[in-house]
């Protein structure tokens, strides 16, 4: 063998062996090593290792994960958040995007909730922070005091809807943006509705709070708005059984379970209790939905003082303008309740 022949080959077998590590580490690099689309949850001062654990189910190859996260650094810019992985990403693709903090928002949502600690556990079931820390930042008095809200108000603060935020937004940071759309919520156009039902937006959500607990049914809601404001403007009480359930709960717990009101509960000792005392409760009852805001400051324009439930339309009110009409629709609606077996 001569001896440029013997250089030639040994060229070639370098070339090939330099080509066998380059394409090695391209693939280490560049292949595809995600198996499906998914989505992960980084929490808040997470290390590698736990990222890796997180990863790994849709990992074809972890080590090389792993080998071209610490040549980028990554173990040591690890941000939390909720990430998006596309099916079939390479390895430099997939780091670039968590060490990016480029993670995806959610909608946030809640409904009609009874009371804080409901509301506070709901959202922690889709946000990074607990229900303990959320409900602190809740009812901070600091907060409450600059933004001159009254503690029976809270609750009222928050508007049943969906919202965008990140999974990783804090319990201060959530409470603040809720306040932003509470305001956004209140135009000026709701605002002079409210005004011209004599309300202010506190009292808009207390007495909407009660049209809520009131009836399920939506398309009835404005008549019993208007049948509350009709007793409203005519200083008679409220009488709205649901305030007596309320109060009721304030004083023996909230998991306390009362189908059925009964006249010995009139008589309860509660700022709450609307047979006892006439206008408003000091705050809302229960977190009202959009539908009995709008009930409120769209009031059904009658003339309806007293209503039952209707035992012929299940779900419904009967309604009317005199208490002898009343207290026939109220008869019938108890014969009903005790041959139910309803006595609490």
Not at 61 to 84: E, R
Not at 98 to 120: C, I, M, P, W
Not at 218 to 232: D, I, Q
């Amino acid at each position: 063998m001569t001896k440029k022949r013997a250089l030639l080959l040994l060229i070639i077998g370098v070339a090939i062996i330099f080509g066998a590590i380059a394409f090695t580490f391209y693939n280490k690099i560049y292949a595809t090593n995600t198996s499906q689309e998914t989505t992960i949850y980084i929490p808040s001062n997470s290390d590698f290792d736990t990222v890796v654990e997180l990863i790994s189910p849709v990992l074809k190859n972890k080590s090389s994960f792993a080998w071209v996260a610490k040549k980028k650094n990554y173990p040591n810019t690890i941000k939390a958040g909720k990430y998006q992985l596309k099916e079939g990403m390479n390895n430099n693709d997939l780091i670039n995007l968590l060490r990016s903090g480029n993670q995806v928002t959610l909608k946030l949502s809640f409904n009609n909730q009874d009371t804080l600690e409901k509301l506070a556990g709901r959202i922690a079931e889709q946000i990074e922070p607990d229900s303990t820390n959320i409900l602190i930042a809740m009812t901070d008095e600091v907060f409450l005091s600059k933004n001159k809200i009254k503690k029976e108000d809270v609750l009222g603060m928050y508007i049943p809807n969906s919202y965008e935020f990140y999974w990783t937004t804090n319990a201060n940071d959530f409470r603040n943006k809720m306040l932003k759309e509470f305001y956004s919520f209140w135009t000026p156009t709701k605002k002079e509705q409210a005004k011209k039902q004599g309300l202010t937006v506190d009292e808009v959500i207390t007495l909407a709070s009660i049209v809520q607990k009131e009836t399920a049914s939506v398309t009835e809601r404005p008549r019993v708005a208007g049948l509350y404001l009709n007793r409203l403007n005519n200083k008679w009480p409220l009488q709205a059984d649901p305030t007596i359930i309320f109060a009721l709960k304030q004083k023996h717990g909230q998991a306390t379970v009362i189908r059925r009101v009964l006249l010995k509960d009139l008589e309860i000792d509660s700022k709450y209790n609307t047979y006892k005392y006439i206008g408003l409760p000091p705050g809302p009852i229960s977190m009202p939905d959009i539908s009995s805001i709008n009930a409120v400051l769209n009031p059904e324009d009658h003339e309806y003082f007293y209503m039952c439930a209707d035992v012929e339309n299940l779900g419904k009110h009967a309604f009317a303008k005199t208490l002898a009409q009343h207290n026939r629709n109220a008869a019938k609606y108890q014969r009903w309740i005790s041959k139910q077996g309803i006595n609490r």
